[in-house]
């Protein structure tokens, strides 16, 4: 079993920055892909950011120029830098982790709220 805990949420205004973070626990073999998802009030579950394990990353159009995904491997955390925020950008952030090719796991999630 792998847990994840994200930290780093919280409330910024417009044009503000946030990093967040996710380590996980547990017992891990290997991590293959790590990435941030995330779903406002009344909306599906999007993704924002995905790492893969060599490093390969893709982003979301609506989140490109603007958000950055890194992951340290010894360490089995992955970040979010999330720079010039709109209110839009307002969401529950959730880490998601594919372990071994085949095991995905969920943090809780964690709230950015961007006022304008």
């Known amino acids: 079993q792998v847990q994840l805990v994200e930290s780093g949420g919280g409330l910024v205004q417009a044009g503000g920055s946030l990093r967040l973070s996710c380590a996980a626990s547990?017992?891990?073999?290997?991590?293959?892909?790590m990435s941030w998802y995330r779903q406002a009030p009344g909306k599906q579950r999007e993704l924002v950011a995905i790492i893969m394990s060599e490093g390969t990353t893709n982003y979301a159009d609506s989140v490109k120029g603007r958000f950055t995904i890194s992951r340290d491997n010894a360490k089995n955390t992955v970040y979010l830098q999330m720079n010039s925020l709109k209110p839009e950008d307002t969401s529950v952030y959730y880490c998601?982790?594919?372990?071994?090719?085949?095991?995905?796991?969920w943090g809780k999630g964690t709230l950015v709220t961007v006022s304008s």
């Open positions: 547990g017992t891990i073999f290997s991590i293959n892909s």
């Open positions: 998601n982790v594919l372990e071994r090719g085949i095991f995905y796991y």
